[in-house]
T-cell receptor, first 112, second 118 residues
Framework: DAKTTQPPSMDCAEGRAANLPCNHSTISGNEYVYWYRQIHSQGPQYIIHGLKNNETNEMASLIITEDRKSSTLILPHATLRDTAVYYCIVLLRGGSNYKLTFGKGTLLTVNP | GAVVSQHPSWVICKSGTSVKIECRSLDFQATTMFWYRQFPKQSLMLMATSNEGSKATYEQGVEKDKFLINHASLTLSTLTVTSAHPEDSSFYIC??????????????FGPGTRLLVL
């Protein structure tokens, strides 16, 4: 699976958009980009995933560059409850090696 | 999204005893379940993957005789930490995948079980 690079930490003001970047320059054509977050002392929470097109759901938007070498997770109106570690994971769906492995992620701190 | 539960949410035990943690998928059938461990200030580490009715596949460095995994049904997996020692104290998190998407579905996580071995 392709390796990802994320900044270790970011800050965001409450009510503003939080834009979390992820680099995955070695991504292959069939690998998906997944985003999860982990609020302190809880299990990870699925946010969104995509392959090529931009995706949006009730939690966030995922913007994937045309060359697929990077992506950005956007929380449109961050709240204090969005403070968490955000993980960007790239992997191939299906097959014997289809399992999530976590890097260090980005600690997003939303400030009042 | 799909709901995964774990029980207990926390457990304290004496060194040398065994502890069983249950993981259930509440609203979907989990063809594959995963067990992770997380030490303080570290990321999640995958311990093992199990498919319903099959033996679990353990990651390198994880002792299969110490961490017994059973995935006997499509909604239940158990992790038993045998002869627990203080170094086994950690946050154990299960994950499940399945439902209509089957083998290509999304992984959903339980809330975690905090184990403290005295």
């Amino acid at each position: 699976d392709a390796k990802t690079t994320q900044p270790p930490s970011m800050d965001c003001a409450e009510g503003r958009a939080a834009n979390l970047p992820c680099n995955h320059s070695t991504i292959s054509g069939n690998e998906y980009v997944y985003w999860y977050r982990q609020i302190h002392s809880q299990g990870p929470q699925y946010i969104i995933h995509g392959l090529k097109n931009n995706e949006t759901n009730e939690m966030a938007s995922l913007i994937i560059t045309e060359d697929r070498k990077s992506s950005t997770l956007i929380l449109p109106h961050a709240t204090l409850r969005d403070t968490a570690v955000y993980y960007c994971i790239v992997l191939l769906r299906g097959g014997s090696n289809y399992k999530l492995t976590f890097g260090k992620g980005t600690l997003l701190t939303v400030n009042p | 999204g799909a709901v995964v539960s774990q029980h207990p949410s926390w457990v304290i035990c004496k060194s040398g005893t065994s502890v069983k943690i249950e993981c259930r998928s509440l609203d979907f059938q989990a063809t594959t379940m995963f067990w992770y461990r997380q030490f303080p200030k570290q990321s999640l580490m995958l311990m093992a993957t199990s498919n319903e009715g099959s033996k679990a596949t353990y990651e390198q460095g994880v002792e299969k005789d110490k961490f017994l995994i059973n995935h006997a049904s499509l909604t239940l997996s158990t992790l038993t930490v045998t002869s627990a020692h203080p170094e086994d104290s950690s946050f154990y998190i299960c994950s499940a995948r399945g439902g209509l998407a089957g083998a290509t579905g999304t992984q959903y996580f339980g809330p975690g079980t905090r184990l403290l071995v005295l």
